[in-house]
């Protein structure tokens, strides 16, 4: 799509004849792209909602909190793994040293 703009272009300045960069080009009412079949878009060429709008956003709303408790689980997990595992020294504590009497 984009060479062929750039083909058409190129076209219109070697005609001498400068483009039109800041218009669009004007369609037949035959072509139009909305649904309408106007020149340009109206509040009818939105789409109408359907379906139950609470059934979905339950649906959606279930999704989310469980992601959240699955992202707070394993945060937790994390953190209490962290602090247990002896690999890390965090230096809380005394270290036991062995005297030589």
């Not at 703009?5 to 009412?29: D, E, I, Q, V, W």
């Not at 649906?59 to 408790?69: E, G, I, S």
Request: proline share 7%.
């Amino acid at each position: 799509m984009f060479a062929k703009h750039l083909l058409k272009a190129g076209r219109t300045l070697r005609s001498n004849s400068l483009p039109a960069l800041h218009s669009a080009p004007k369609r037949h009412a035959s072509k139009s792209p909305f649904v309408d079949g106007g020149p340009h878009s109206t509040m009818n060429d939105l789409p109408i909602p359907e379906g139950d709008w609470q059934e979905a956003y339950s649906r959606r709303n279930l999704k989310n909190t469980l992601v959240l408790l699955i992202g707070i689980g394993s945060f937790v997990t994390s953190i209490y793994m962290h602090f247990t595992d002896e690999a890390f020294n965090w230096n809380y504590k005394v270290p036991d040293y062995d005297r030589c009497s």
